[in-house]
């Protein structure tokens, strides 16, 4: 699976966090909440997504 590094306000990576630990049990879970995050976004927004 390829990696990719972003940068996130101090905000919106506590929220990350605080949700992660909430809704995952573990803070190892960050990936899938963000890919889950935006695979909504895009359905979102119209963009398909490869499979």
Known sequence: MP????T???????AL????????SSMRAQS???EEALREFFKNHGIEIEE
């Open 17 to 24: 966090k605080i949700y992660t630990v909430q809704a995952k």
């Open 8 to 14: 996130l306000s101090e905000p919106i990576a506590k």
């Open 3 to 6: 990696k990719t590094t972003l």
């Open 32 to 34: 899938q909440v963000i």
